[in-house]
């Protein structure tokens, strides 16, 4: 058991109000596969962009390839916009060592030379592995090595936090 | 008592060589067919490459040739960053003497992590996986006249793509059924993935009765054969079979068993035409039917290359 617990909901609102501040008239926003897609679709509904949202994966350009293998691979990217000179704020629920970060901004450049890219996140749970910060988190904490922080999203469509322990 | 275990899987069930679809579960079939459709996708960006092998050597072993087969393992392994080496075995070591085996040696010398094996004796591939080092995975590209399970995936991928589903599709393999590695591999596939009607079509020299204990209806009778199938697999008639003795003549073969657009007509309305290439026009397909709308040759090609990026990549990630 454990005693952290984080309203995801409370938080989403939060990034909600942080993610609308950031926006300027041609920002799109794009989710990291699985939990950020779905903040961003979200968002991108919330926050009544009017422009189509795209998702991303981190799949093709994961450094631990070699240790983990390809697993299943149920995420694909899709950018339903020109990327070329686009303004771009992903959206993931947790940044850790920011590898998945690296990982999907090369992914992204495998489509064009976006403007800019800015990162927004739910909880930046610590722990950073390269100089990546996002410009936007509900919540900072810091976890031990061992727990892992994911989203999940219920039936209807409400956000809830899980820790689980790894081993 | 210990129960042999595949060679293509490690102790978790996991690909670590692509030997024969025979065997393989039906879950590692819709992986490497899932994750080939991710692959797909990379066609269509800027950079038509990604680094999942880069690092990686990836040989290509052909002591048979086969241009075809090799190009799209080639741009496959190079649209993953692999750096690929190509030995065309056919006319270097193998015809100075050297075994197989001190060809593998020698080669794991020169820090393969791949090879693709494209061999006529059935079975090489096995060999090879048997004794290379275990961080070196091995893609068999067709052996002899046992199995080719690259070109079964593809055609699976193909059948998938325009079919949606497996379970309730009738498949003609039409042809050359009891040389082709190719029609040995789809029909393992089709097994595997649930087609409940797998019907072989051709001339009694070239479809034994014996097939039935594959679990597939033998036809002789074109008609019969191609009459409400979703799915019309064409294999090439190859020309030093006619020389066997085994059929009169390719103009004879075409009257009988060359599909036609009026056989085609007796298909369901929206099946679909496949051949894994090259195709003789004339002899096996009618051009209007090659070149028709039910036709869909080339776009396998394109799959092709999706699928051994998926199998090529899975391998890659697996330890054994």
């Known amino acids: ?167 | 008592m210990l129960a042999r275990r595949n060679p293509q899987l490690n102790a978790h069930g996991e690909l670590i060589h692509l030997l024969s679809i025979e065997g393989l579960p039906r879950a590692i079939l819709t992986q490497i067919l899932d994750t080939a459709g991710t692959f797909l996708s990379v066609n269509d960006r800027d950079v038509k490459k990604v680094p999942l092998l880069r690092g990686k050597s990836v040989f290509n072993l052909f002591f048979e040739n086969s241009t075809r087969t090799r190009t799209t393992f080639e741009i496959a392994a190079k649209r993953l960053s692999a750096d690929v080496i190509n030995l065309d075995i056919a006319k270097s070591s193998a015809s100075k003497g050297e075994s197989l085996l001190d060809t593998i040696a020698n080669l794991s010398a020169m820090h393969a992590d791949m090879f693709v094996v494209r061999h006529s004796e059935s079975g090489a591939p096995y060999l090879i996986a048997r004794h290379c080092a275990p961080h070196v995975h091995v893609v068999n590209a067709g052996d002899g006249r046992h199995a080719h399970p690259t070109q079964g995936l593809l055609d699976m991928y193909t059948i998938r793509h325009y079919k949606k589903s497996f379970n309730e599709l009738t498949v003609a393999i039409v042809g050359d059924i009891v040389h082709s590695r190719v029609a040995r591999s789809d029909i393992h596939a089709l097994t595997t993935l649930g087609v409940p009607e797998i019907r072989a079509v051709g001339p009694k020299t070239l479809v034994p009765g014996d097939l039935r204990e594959m679990g597939v209806r033998v036809c002789h009778d074109m008609r019969e054969g191609v009459k409400d199938a979703d799915v019309i697999i064409m294999l090439r008639l190859q020309n030093e079979r006619m020389s066997g003795a085994m059929l009169p003549s390719a103009g004879e073969y075409f009257k009988s068993y060359g599909l036609t657009e009026d056989l085609l007509a007796l298909a369901e309305p929206d099946a679909i035409v496949m051949h894994p290439g090259p195709i003789n026009r004339g002899v096996e397909i009618d051009s209007r039917v090659a070149d028709g709308s039910h036709s869909v040759i080339l776009p396998q090609v394109t799959f092709g290359i999706a699928v051994r990026m998926a199998v090529m990549s899975i391998l890659a990630g697996n330890d054994a």
């Open chain 1, 1 to 167: 058991m454990t005693s952290l617990s984080l309203d995801a909901e409370q938080l989403y609102a939060e990034l909600r109000a942080g993610v609308g501040r950031l926006l300027t008239p041609d920002t799109v926003l794009v989710g990291i596969w699985s939990g950020g897609a779905w903040l961003a679709q979200r968002l991108n509904a919330d926050l009544k962009t009017d422009r189509p949202v795209g998702t991303i994966s981190s799949t093709l350009h994961r450094d631990d390839f070699g240790e983990r293998g390809l697993g299943a691979v149920e995420a694909a990217t899709e950018l339903p916009f020109e990327i070329d000179g686009a303004r771009i704020l992903l959206v993931d629920d947790v940044i850790a060592s920011g590898r998945t970060i690296r990982a999907v901004v090369n992914e992204l450049f495998d489509y064009g030379r976006p403007a800019s890219v800015e990162l927004a996140v739910m909880v930046d749970r610590g722990g950073r592995e390269l100089p990546i910060a996002p410009v936007f988190a509900a919540a900072k904490l810091t976890l031990p090595n061992h727990q892992r922080l994911s989203l999940a999203r219920e039936s209807d469509g409400r956000f809830t936090f899980a820790v689980k322990e790894t081993t």
